[in-house]
């Protein structure tokens, strides 16, 4: 059931209306069913007690040789006339006196309410119209307010009236309440559809005028978490979609403010550094020979590659690559034969993946700093690719064959400048930023990087896994 409930805000919006359209029409309907009912019973009373009341005041004009073709001319397959010697109505199971029905008709007779009619009701299973002893039980009261528990389980009810026109005769009225046409026809379920139809329509385009806007502001929410700008959305739809459009935006405005800042600051404090380092070397050069000048100018070399590291870093930070479609696996195979020209061993397989919308520059900066940091630290990369479709994610796996690194440090070392002493020194090259820059570039992508140590034996470990995954992103 969840699978077939829908997701989106105009599915479960037309879907909602729907169905309360569905519930109101059906609570509408059963009210005006009723209501039709009770008035198609009123009508039908109506007819009844006016044509017996009819043929009373017939038979009192007409003589009495004329009465059997006047009553066979009345009769009708559902009601019927007779005059017999006795009753048709046995008396001990009515009430002439509180029975509205015979109140009804000694009103339009114009008779005293010490005159004999009696009524009486029977319930029947079968339509039957010539069987008058087929009955399974009496009621006193009023034969026409309780109609509808018969007509629902298809029963009929059978009402048998005795008005005493004589002291020996006796005027049998036996009246067939047919079973009330269907109420929910077929022009019914027309109506319903119609309805329902205009209903889904109408909610269509204005939820569509609503969560257009929204759709806008998803994809800018999107491409802002990839480190992409653009420019300001336009307003629409109703207000508080506006003020969420215009708080975005300015939310936009000022990140990009703030990294600008930040950025300008960094690369303006790296670059002022030079001037210092500069002189600080030159004095050093004006020192005799010893172990200390030596140890002064390598604290002065280091404090340089820092310095040009993190102007680099900056410089890469300012600068804005367009997005546009990429071969990722083209990008890992020239990443991998430019380390076994180095001598290095890089393993990978093309798995023939699509294009991905990406900044290609930077995000083979992230893969290369990945992958020589497991050919420097574990002699081996082995890099594999798994990208089906252009709408499952980027998931690049980069495995060494090295000491691993401990399991309180593998968040540690994609702080700025951070080096793990055993596993690194000036000679191998670095300074700490290459694990912070490829989180840096892949965060600005929308994905994530994460470390793991594999199958650990032994106490000791067979490499480190480094798992690039990157949010889809349709060319």
């Known amino acids: 059931m969840k699978r077939l409930f829908p997701r989106s805000l105009t599915g479960q919006l037309m879907l909602a209306l729907l169905a309360a359209l569905v519930l109101a029409q059906i609570i509408a309907f059963v009210i005006l069913a009723d209501e039709y009912r009770m008035g198609l019973e009123s009508a039908k009373r109506d007819q009844v007690l006016g044509r017996t009341a009819s043929i009373v005041r017939v038979l009192q004009e007409t003589p009495a040789h004329m009465y059997d073709r006047v009553l066979r001319a009345a009769s009708t397959r559902q009601l019927q006339f007779k005059l017999n010697d006795t009753s048709h109505v046995d008396p001990t199971n009515t009430d002439h006196t509180h029975n509205r029905f015979s109140q009804r008709l000694r009103r339009l007779l114009g008779l005293p309410n010490s005159s004999a009619i009696l009524v009486q009701k029977e319930r029947q299973h079968r339509w039957n119209w010539e069987s008058d002893d087929d009955s399974d039980g009496h009621d006193e009261d009023d034969p026409w307010e309780d109609d509808d528990e018969d007509h629902w389980h298809m029963r009929h009810t059978t009402i048998t009236m005795a008005l005493q026109l004589a002291a020996d005769q006796w005027l049998n009225v036996t009246y067939i309440v047919a079973r009330p046409p269907q109420t929910w026809a077929h022009a019914t379920f027309l109506i319903l559809g119609l309805t329902g139809l205009a209903v889904c329509i109408v909610a ?33 739809g109703p207000r508080e979609i506006r003020q969420t459009i215009d708080a975005f935006n300015q939310m936009r405005d000022r990140l990009g403010r703030f990294v600008e800042d930040r950025t300008r600051m960094l690369a303006a ?197 480094a798992t690039v995954r990157l949010p889809a992103f349709p060319v």
Do not use: W
């Not at 939820?207 to 959305?233: C, F, H, M, N, Y």
């Not at 600080?280 to 000048?293: H, N, T, V």
């Open 204 to 236: 269509y385009f204005m939820v569509k005028r609503i969560t257009r806007p929204l759709a806008r502001l998803s994809a800018a929410a999107e491409a802002l978490g990839r480190g992409e700008s653009g420019p300001d959305l336009d307003d629409g």
């Open 269 to 465: 404090i790296s670059h002022d550094l030079r001037t210092p380092l500069t002189t600080l070397r030159l004095r050093a050069e004006l020192l005799d020979d010893g172990e200390q000048k030596q140890k002064i100018l390598s604290t002065l070399d280091e404090m340089q590659r820092m310095t040009e590291a993190t102007l680099a870093f900056a410089r890469d930070d300012a600068s804005h690559e367009e997005t546009r479609p990429a071969d990722l696996a083209s990008i890992i195979e020239s990443i991998a034969l430019d380390l076994a020209d180095m001598g290095y061993t890089a393993q990978f397989v093309d798995p023939g993946a699509p294009a991905y919308a990406c900044r290609p520059l930077a995000l083979k900066r992230a893969l290369r700093n990945l992958m020589e940091n497991a050919v420097r630290y574990g002699t081996e990369v082995r890099v594999t690719l798994d990208h089906a479709t252009s709408q499952d994610d980027v998931v690049i796996v980069i495995d060494d064959f090295g000491p691993g690194i401990p399991e309180d440090r593998l968040e540690t070392v994609f702080d700025p400048f951070y080096r793990l002493d055993e596993s690194r020194s000036q000679e191998t090259g670095g300074m700490g930023l290459g694990l912070a820059i490829a989180r840096t570039i892949v965060q600005a992508h929308g994905g994530e990087i994460s470390l793991i140590n594999r199958d650990q034996t032994g106490g000791k470990t067979s490499g480190l896994r």
